[in-house]
């Protein structure tokens, strides 16, 4: 079997090199001491690439990249990458936007925590100049101070939550976000970014686009308190450089405290000879913690997408970003990975899939045909399906995509997803939903409950339900030094049935599972990978 092609044009922790490592399908080749002339000339035979901020994704990149399928973006950024273009030559290009959330949000509270105590500035009179002097350091406190919160992504409310533990009075403002999670946060919410002008601190959590650039301008200081504290730890540019400094000069801005700059790295930036602003490097991603996670994140999903199975986090899909809430894009994508494992466990002709959608997931329902339908082709066609031809494909070859919605599926899920998918032999359904922090799961396979994730490589066992199979089957996985890394088994008591999903680190090969096929109580066996 080939094996995909994966290259990392820049330094990313240890682990995910060492995940990459491990995928037996994978040929992985580190480049990221390469110079970046050298690099291109490595690049003809890649599937998919890593990079971080040091390597420009532009148009001799891409041409030299003639096979690439994904880019991965091992942070959130991706400025350096030029999408238009990857787009044009179809390829997907995918971030990794949570996996330094902590940091971030701990680092602006690190900047709030400053701005009202000036811990540098005792620090250095005591250290640096040995005086001490405890009446120049009066600071005020968090408790019963009001902080506007711009953005309330997955940074800007871990901020709200943190700021409600000093007892501090919070109001956000997301156009984007619907009203009643913010409220539902025991935020207020404001309904115009005036409303957050009036506040003690304001910090801005949002993207750099051309709606948020200068955002803060001497139009809106103007309109803040005299002697409000301004925190930037998102993205440089956010607030206007030029009349921060000037507002920061009169004191009409108390303290101002930047992790970010409009031109990095800014070392010959005016905002540095003010006392009353606290710096850092651009360094809210900068944790141990977080740049493990960001490796890991960045290697996983490129070897999701190196396989075909999901796409997460793509930046250039085919829907429109502003129509689709944040938290229905893993859904999306755990539709693709469901389709995706049916059509290897099944290994027929499909001749219809029908897509469910329960909860708050129905206004989003047509969404799902797309990537349902890539899932579906994505293991019989290979490269050849995309975004974009898949369901025209899907009707060239006569399959049906139904789509449906229900008020809900369960009352313990309250949002699902279901697809089924029908052959001339058989129909196969699976629904799956999103916990916390964006974790897939699968809940039901053909109405057997089960609680797994939908990554890596999957054995799926039907028996009937009598003593000895679990032993039958982990004596093969032995005898072939195959090792489970995870086994749930799901029941059926009214007949007699049992389904087992069992995860293993070693590739299937058929001999063993026709071995799992002769024990006596088999009643079928798939296998995927995803």
Same mark, same amino acid.
């Given at each position: 079997m080939s094996k995909y092609k994966i290259v990392v044009c820049d330094h990313i922790h240890q682990a995910g090199l060492d995940f990459l490592q491990k995928q037996n399908d994978v040929e992985f080749v580190n480049y990221s001491n390469l110079k970046k002339d050298e690099l291109l000339e490595k690049l003809k035979d890649a599937d998919v690439a890593i990079t971080r901020s040091s390597t420009d994704v532009d148009e001799k990149f891409i041409n030299a990249a003639s096979k690439l399928k994904a880019v991965v973006r091992a942070g959130v950024g991706v400025d350096n990458v030029d999408i238009d273009a990857c787009s044009k030559k179809g390829i997907i290009v995918m971030n990794v936007p949570?996996?330094?959330?902590?940091?971030?949000?701990?680092?602006?509270?690190?900047?709030?925590?400053?701005?009202?105590?000036?811990?540098?500035?005792?620090?250095?009179?005591?250290?640096?100049?040995?005086?001490?002097?405890?009446?120049?350091?009066?600071?005020?406190?968090?408790?019963?101070?009001?902080?506007?919160?711009?953005?309330?992504?997955?940074?800007?409310?871990?901020?709200?939550?943190?700021?409600?533990?000093?007892?501090? !009075?919070?109001?956000?403002?997301?156009?984007?976000?619907?009203?009643?999670?913010?409220i539902d946060a025991g935020v207020i919410c404001a309904k115009h970014i005036d409303d957050i002008l009036k506040c003690d601190i304001i910090t801005v959590h949002t993207p750099k686009n051309s709606e948020t650039k200068n955002m803060i301008t001497k139009n809106e200081i103007a309109k803040m308190k005299d002697g409000v504290i301004l925190i930037n730890c998102a993205r440089g540019g956010l607030y206007n450089e030029d009349d921060i400094l000037e507002a920061a000069k009169s004191k009409k801005i108390r303290w101002l405290g930047l992790d970010v700059f409009n031109k990095e790295p800014a070392i010959d930036n005016p905002l540095l000879d003010l006392d009353n602003i606290y710096v850092t490097p651009h360094i809210g991603a900068n944790t141990l913690e977080s740049q493990e996670k960001i490796a890991l994140q960045a290697a996983s999903i490129a070897v999701e997408s190196a396989r075909g199975s999901s796409y997460p986090n793509a930046l250039n899909l085919a829907i429109k970003e502003n129509e689709i809430p944040a938290f229905i894009k893993p859904y999306l994508d755990l539709s693709q990975k469901l389709a995706f494992f049916?059509?290897?466990?099944?290994? !027929?002709?499909?001749?219809?899939?029908?897509?469910?959608?329960?909860?708050?997931?129905?206004?989003?329902?047509?969404?799902?045909?797309?990537?349902?339908?890539?899932?579906?082709?994505?293991h019989s066609l290979g490269d050849s399906i995309n975004y974009v031809n898949a369901l025209f494909v899907a009707k060239d070859r006569g399959i049906n995509i139904n789509i449906n919605t229900k008020d809900s599926l369960s009352s313990v899920y309250k949002n699902l997803i279901t697809i089924e998918i029908t052959t001339i032999e058989k129909t196969i359904s699976i629904s799956g939903c999103v916990f916390d922090d964006d974790k897939l799961r699968i809940i039901y396979i053909n109405g057997f409950c089960i609680d797994v994730e939908p990554s890596g490589k999957i054995i799926l066992f039907r028996n009937t339900d009598v003593p000895g199979v679990i032993g039958n089957v982990g004596k093969i996985m032995e005898n072939h030094n195959i090792n489970i890394t995870d086994f749930r088994l799901g029941r059926n008591k009214e007949v007699k049935e049992a389904l087992a999903v069992i995860i293993v680190d070693d590739d299937i090969t058929d001999n063993i599972l026709d071995e799992l096929r002769n024990i006596k109580a088999c009643i079928s066996v798939g296998y995927a990978i995803l």
């Amino acid at each position: 079997m080939s094996k995909y092609k994966i290259v990392v044009c820049d330094h990313i922790h240890q682990a995910g090199l060492d995940f990459l490592q491990k995928q037996n399908d994978v040929e992985f080749v580190n480049y990221s001491n390469l110079k970046k002339d050298e690099l291109l000339e490595k690049l003809k035979d890649a599937d998919v690439a890593i990079t971080r901020s040091s390597t420009d994704v532009d148009e001799k990149f891409i041409n030299a990249a003639s096979k690439l399928k994904a880019v991965v973006r091992a942070g959130v950024g991706v400025d350096n990458v030029d999408i238009d273009a990857c787009s044009k030559k179809g390829i997907i290009v995918m971030n990794v936007p949570t996996a330094n959330t902590i940091a971030a949000v701990e680092l602006t509270m690190a900047h709030i925590i400053n701005s009202v105590r000036n811990f540098p500035g005792a620090n250095n009179q005591l250290k640096k100049e040995r005086i001490w002097k405890r009446e120049d350091w009066y600071g005020t406190e968090l408790k019963g101070k009001t902080i506007g919160i711009v953005g309330f992504g997955n940074i800007g409310s871990k901020v709200a939550a943190r700021a409600k533990a000093f007892e501090m !009075e919070v109001i956000a403002y997301d156009p984007y976000v619907k009203d009643s999670t913010i409220i539902d946060a025991g935020v207020i919410c404001a309904k115009h970014i005036d409303d957050i002008l009036k506040c003690d601190i304001i910090t801005v959590h949002t993207p750099k686009n051309s709606e948020t650039k200068n955002m803060i301008t001497k139009n809106e200081i103007a309109k803040m308190k005299d002697g409000v504290i301004l925190i930037n730890c998102a993205r440089g540019g956010l607030y206007n450089e030029d009349d921060i400094l000037e507002a920061a000069k009169s004191k009409k801005i108390r303290w101002l405290g930047l992790d970010v700059f409009n031109k990095e790295p800014a070392i010959d930036n005016p905002l540095l000879d003010l006392d009353n602003i606290y710096v850092t490097p651009h360094i809210g991603a900068n944790t141990l913690e977080s740049q493990e996670k960001i490796a890991l994140q960045a290697a996983s999903i490129a070897v999701e997408s190196a396989r075909g199975s999901s796409y997460p986090n793509a930046l250039n899909l085919a829907i429109k970003e502003n129509e689709i809430p944040a938290f229905i894009k893993p859904y999306l994508d755990l539709s693709q990975k469901l389709a995706f494992f049916l059509s290897q466990i099944t290994k !027929e002709a499909i001749r219809s899939i029908n897509i469910t959608c329960s909860g708050k997931l129905t206004p989003y329902a047509e969404s799902f045909g797309t990537f349902a339908a890539l899932g579906m082709l994505k293991h019989s066609l290979g490269d050849s399906i995309n975004y974009v031809n898949a369901l025209f494909v899907a009707k060239d070859r006569g399959i049906n995509i139904n789509i449906n919605t229900k008020d809900s599926l369960s009352s313990v899920y309250k949002n699902l997803i279901t697809i089924e998918i029908t052959t001339i032999e058989k129909t196969i359904s699976i629904s799956g939903c999103v916990f916390d922090d964006d974790k897939l799961r699968i809940i039901y396979i053909n109405g057997f409950c089960i609680d797994v994730e939908p990554s890596g490589k999957i054995i799926l066992f039907r028996n009937t339900d009598v003593p000895g199979v679990i032993g039958n089957v982990g004596k093969i996985m032995e005898n072939h030094n195959i090792n489970i890394t995870d086994f749930r088994l799901g029941r059926n008591k009214e007949v007699k049935e049992a389904l087992a999903v069992i995860i293993v680190d070693d590739d299937i090969t058929d001999n063993i599972l026709d071995e799992l096929r002769n024990i006596k109580a088999c009643i079928s066996v798939g296998y995927a990978i995803l």
